[in-house]
C-alpha cells in the first residue's frame, strides 16, 4: 500500500532561489508521514503531453486540492493532443486577487486571505478547441501556527529543518523538511532535538549545518531564519533510533521548551519534565508542523520493524534500517509527512514517551524517548541530554481524535508472555521479506490477550502464518512500508475494497462451528457461537464466540479445528425490553373503561 502525500509543485528560477534568507514564511499544503517534500517545476510556459489521439475531453490534475493562503498548486492537464489551454478561476481568465490567480502553465496562487466560499473552481479550455473544458476544486484554508513563521523565541512542534535539504536536477529544485519536535539541555547548553533524517539529512550532514524556521517547504525553498546549528546525529545504521541534537542560538527557542497546541486547552505548553515507558493502549498526543495537534494510544511495543530512507530530498539512494523495541500508534491519521522530529507524550500526563520518526498509512513508528536520549550522550562527557519541561499536565486532544485514544490495557504478566515468545521467533518472521515488522500488541479477536502483531507489506506474497505460535495468537496488518520518506502519489494511499472471504473458508469455520457448538454453549457463560471474520487476520474466517462480561468462563482457546477464535465479551441477548419498546403511565392516564 503507498504512502499518502499532497504535493505542491511550483515554479522556480532554480538553486538561486536559495540564496535568499527571507524572514516571511511561505506555506505549502500537508503531506503525510515524516519528511515532506515539495517539487518544484521550471519556469517554461505550458505543460506538454503528446498524443496521438483525437481530443474528447480535458482533465484537470489534481482534480481536487486543500491550499492554504498565498501559497500554489501546479496543476496540469492531459486528454486533447495540444495541452496549450486557457486557465481561469471561477470564470475569470487568470483569477484575480480576490479567489487566486492561475499563470500560463497552471501554477494557481491561492488569495491572502480565504474568498466566499471557501472552494473555488480552476479550469482549463482547450485552446484549438475552446468547448473543450476541464476543471478542479480547489478549497483555500488558513495554514495552522505550526507551519508559519515565528519570531523568536520560538515555540516547537514547528516547521523546520536543514537549510541544505534540496535537491537540484537542470532547472527543477525539490527541498524538504520536518518538525523542530522539543528541546533537550545537555551539559548546560540546550538543544533541539529531532530526526536524523530531518536534521542531518539522513547521515549526510555535517556539523554546523544551519536548521531554519520555517522550514525550506514553507519558506519557497528558502532559507528562513537560523534557529539552531547541528551538532550531533545518532547514526542511523547503527544507533538504533533516528535522532539528532542541533546547538540553540541564543535568543531563537523558548527556553521553556514551550511545543505548540500541547496544553490543558490546546494552548502552548511545555511537556513534563519527567519520562514514560510506552504502554499498549496508553492514550498518546504530537503536536507537529502538517498534522498539528492529534490524539491516539499505542498499538504496539517492543516492535521490530523495517524503515526505508534516501539518501537526499526525495531522491538518491534508497536503503533501509531495522530498528528493534519500537513503539508503533494506532491510525493513518496521527502523523503525516512533515511530522517527523514530534515529541509523543502520554497525553494524561504531557510526559515525552517516544520521537516520531516514520510511519505509514495506518501507523505512527516513534523511538522510545529513553533509547533516543541515551543514543545522544556527549562523546567526551558522557553526559545524557533531558527533556526540557514542567509539571505533568493533561493534554486537550482534538474531539477528532480523541476517540482513537481508547484502548485496552493489558496485564503486565500477559505483556511479558507474549514478549518472550516474540524475541525467540522474531528473526524467523523477519527473514520473510513480506514482514516489515514484528511487535507485541492487544488481539482484536480476543482483548484480554496479547498477540504477537506481524506488519506485512501487501503487495507481497505472504507465506502461511499460523493462528498462534507458543499459545500467543497472531495478529495480521496489511499496509505498506513503513518509510522515512516518500514520493508516492496521493492516491496510492487509497486501500482496495476488503475481499469477501471465500466459499471454503467459510464453509472450512462453519464445519467447525457445527461440531463444537453445543459443547461451547454447554458452558452457561457462553452467549452465543457463529462464524464471522477474524480482526486479528482479515484473511481468515473465526468461530465468535460471545461471552457473557458478567459472568466467568472457561479459557476459550485460541483456535478450534485449526479456526481462529474471536471472543466478544457482551451482555445478554434479549427480547424483551429491546424488539419492543415500552413506556411507563400512571394509571389515571388511561382511556375510558370498558363497561362490565
Not at 483569477?95 to 497552471?106: C, D, E, K, L, Y
Not at 524538504?176 to 549526510?204: K, M, P, W, Y
Not at 490543558?264 to 502538517?290: F, W, Y
Not at 486532544?397 to 485496552?408: F, H, K, L, M, R
Amino acid at each position: 500500500m503507498g504512502e499518502q502525500q499532497h504535493r505542491t509543485p511550483y515554479t522556480s528560477l532554480g538553486a538561486g532561489a536559495l540564496k535568499s534568507k527571507s524572514r516571511r514564511g511561505f506555506v505549502l499544503p500537508l503531506g503525510s508521514i515524516v519528511l515532506i517534500c515539495f517539487w518544484l517545476t521550471s519556469c517554461g510556459g505550458g505543460s506538454s503531453h503528446s498524443s496521438s489521439s483525437v481530443s474528447t475531453a480535458v482533465h484537470v490534475s489534481p482534480s481536487t486540492a486543500i491550499v492554504a493562503t498565498s501559497t500554489t498548486q501546479q496543476f496540469t492537464v492531459t486528454g486533447i493532443t495540444n495541452t496549450t489551454v486557457n486557465w481561469s478561476v471561477n470564470g475569470t481568465a487568470g483569477g484575480n486577487s480576490t479567489v487566486g490567480t492561475i499563470s500560463a502553465s497552471g501554477l494557481y496562487t491561492a488569495p491572502s486571505s480565504i474568498p466566499n466560499p471557501a472552494t473555488v473552481q480552476v479550469t482549463a479550455a482547450d485552446q484549438a478547441s475552446p468547448s473543450l473544458t476541464g476543471s478542479a476544486s480547489v478549497t483555500v484554508i488558513n495554514p495552522p501556527d505550526n507551519q508559519k513563521a515565528q519570531p523568536f523565541p520560538i515555540k516547537l512542534g514547528t516547521t523546520g529543518g536543514n537549510v541544505n535539504d534540496f535537491t537540484i536536477k537542470g532547472s527543477i529544485i525539490t527541498c524538504c523538511s520536518g518538525t523542530l519536535g522539543s528541546l533537550v539541555s545537555r551539559g548546560g547548553a540546550e538543544f533541539i532535538l529531532g530526526n536524523n533524517h530531518v536534521l542531518a539529512r539522513s547521515d549526510q550532514a555535517k556539523p554546523g549545518e544551519a536548521i531554519s524556521q520555517p522550514g525550506l517547504v514553507d519558506n519557497r525553498c528558502k532559507a528562513g531564519n537560523t534557529v539552531a546549528h547541528l551538532t550531533q546525529a545518532a547514526p542511523l545504521k547503527t544507533s538504533g533510533v533516528d535522532a539528532a541534537l542541533a546547538a540553540v542560538v541564543s535568543g531563537a527557542v523558548d527556553s521553556s521548551g514551550t511545543i505548540l497546541d500541547l496544553g490543558t486547552n490546546q494552548d502552548p505548553a511545555p511537556p513534563a519534565g519527567t519520562l514514560a515507558t510506552a504502554a499498549m493502549g496508553m492514550a498518546v498526543a504530537k503536536s507537529g508542523r502538517s498534522s498539528g495537534l492529534t490524539c491516539s494510544s499505542v498499538q504496539t511495543i517492543n516492535t521490530s520493524v523495517r524503515i526505508d530512507y534516501q539518501t537526499s530530498c526525495n531522491g538518491g539512494t534508497t536503503f533501509t534500517v531495522t530498528f528493534n523495541n519500537q513503539v508503533v500508534v494506532n491510525g493513518g491519521s496521527f502523523s503525516a509527512a512533515g511530522d517527523s522530529g514530534s515529541l509523543i507524550v502520554d497525553s494524561q500526563t504531557a510526559q515525552p514517551v517516544a520521537l516520531l520518526y516514520g510511519g505509514n498509512s495506518t501507523g505512527t513508528v516513534g523511538n522510545p524517548i529513553q533509547a533516543v536520549l541515551t543514543a545522544l550522550k556527549d562523546p567526551s562527557s558522557g553526559a545524557v541530554p533531558a527533556v526540557v519541561g514542567g509539571p505533568q499536565h493533561s493534554v486537550a486532544c482534538p474531539a477528532s481524535s480523541a476517540a482513537q485514544a481508547n484502548s485496552v490495557m493489558l496485564s503486565e504478566q500477559e505483556v511479558q508472555r507474549a514478549t518472550a515468545v516474540k524475541l525467540r521467533h522474531e528473526v524467523r518472521l523477519m527473514s520473510d521479506p513480506a514482514v516489515i515488522g514484528v511487535g507485541v500488541g492487544a488481539s482484536d479477536d480476543n482483548r484480554d490477550e496479547a498477540a504477537l502483531v506481524l506488519y506485512v507489506d501487501r503487495e507481497k506474497t505472504l507465506a502461511a502464518i499460523p493462528v498462534q505460535i507458543d499459545g500467543v495468537r497472531t495478529k495480521v496488518i496489511a499496509t505498506d512500508r513503513f518509510h522515512a520518506t516518500s514520493d508516492q502519489e496521493q492516491a496510492a494511499n487509497m486501500s482496495p475494497p476488503e475481499e469477501a472471504l471465500s466459499d471454503a473458508e467459510v464453509a472450512r469455520a462453519t464445519t467447525a462451528k457445527e461440531k463444537h457448538a453445543n459443547r461451547l454453549m454447554s458452558d452457561p457463560a457462553i452467549l452465543g457461537v457463529g462464524v464471522g471474520r477474524s480482526t486479528d487476520d482479515r484473511s481468515q474466517a473465526a468461530l465468535v464466540i460471545y461471552v457473557d462480561k458478567d459472568v466467568a468462563s472457561r479459557a476459550i482457546p485460541t483456535q478450534i479445528d485449526g479456526v481462529r477464535t474471536k471472543v466478544i465479551r457482551t451482555d445478554r441477548f434479549r427480547a424483551y425490553g429491546w424488539g419492543k419498546q415500552s413506556e411507563e403511565r400512571p394509571v389515571c392516564s388511561r382511556g375510558p373503561e370498558s363497561k362490565r
